[in-house]
């Protein structure tokens, strides 16, 4: 069964103004996606600045969105790390705080070869006892996880149940699909790509618009999944402009700024992370008025 389906938001962390972590502020917004739609929520993943924080906030963060969300939705922890000792203690602690699922990404900036991969996500799933969707996004770690690698690793660990989809490479997913016979929770993980990756058989996407368009990223899932494909595609095209938009510069630099804009300030960046520069300031909340999105 897989750990949900439809539209999972990849949530902003937010920050007081020293940076450390918005707790409360974060505790609103897991209110907000469990009342607004959203189907799961993806904390410390790339959204959520994860790479900025030390151990022990990844880890306080994790735990405080499982106890705040209590059950209503699934809670899926970013673990993955470019050391695999490191990506093995986050995961054994998240899972033993009771996350539904672990988002693991590809070793960054080592560039593992696919032999190190399989090796890296079998050390991964032997100690951490919770479901791993497999985080394949080469544009920001520069190792792109094979088809034939994805594969290998559904087929023969158990709790490897899924991989995120980021390559931007239809063709590569096709395959990926091709060669698990399908037996594989897939989920796209760009989010002008949504409807081509459910025709695939994805299970959903974990998102990055859901931020700032929760229901209507899971209504492209949920009419999808009840046959209406022209209904799907229609808002899928509809928020082309928005997507585009939202990744006018490097993410999450924009959505923040999207989410300040209607009134949900989430505070700072972590540098190296900087404002996003007042022209694409205008066009992104264009583009959100555009989409009906009301700004305060």
Known sequence: MSIFTGAGVAI???????ESIHYDRLDELIDFHCNNGTDS????????ESATMTEEEHLECVKFAIDRAKGRIPVIAGTGSNCTRTAVELSKEAADYGADGLLVVTPYYNKATQAGLIAHYSAVAKEA???????SVASRTGCNIEPATVAYLVKHVENIVGVKEASGNISQV??????????????????????????????????????????????????????????????????????DQLFCEVNPIPVKKAMQLMGRDCGPLRMPMTELTPEHEKTLAQAMKDFGITLA
Do not use: W
């Not at 025709?199 to 990223?217: C, D, Q």
């Open 41 to 48: 929520i993806i904390i410390c993943g790339t959204t959520g």
């Open 129 to 135: 006892k919770a479901p791993i969707i497999m985080y």
């Open 174 to 243: 096709a395959k990926i699909m091709a060669l698990t016979d399908g037996n594989i929770d897939l989920y796209s993980g760009n989010d002008d790509q949504i409807v081509p990756l459910l025709s695939l058989g994805a299970k959903g996407v974990i998102s990055v618009l859901s931020n700032v368009a929760p229901k209507e990223t899971h209504e492209i899932c949920e009419k999808f999944f009840a046959g209406d494909v022209e209904g799907s595609c229609r808002l899928q095209l509809k928020a082309i402009p928005l997507i």
């Open 12 to 18: 902003v962390t937010p920050f007081h103004e020293d």
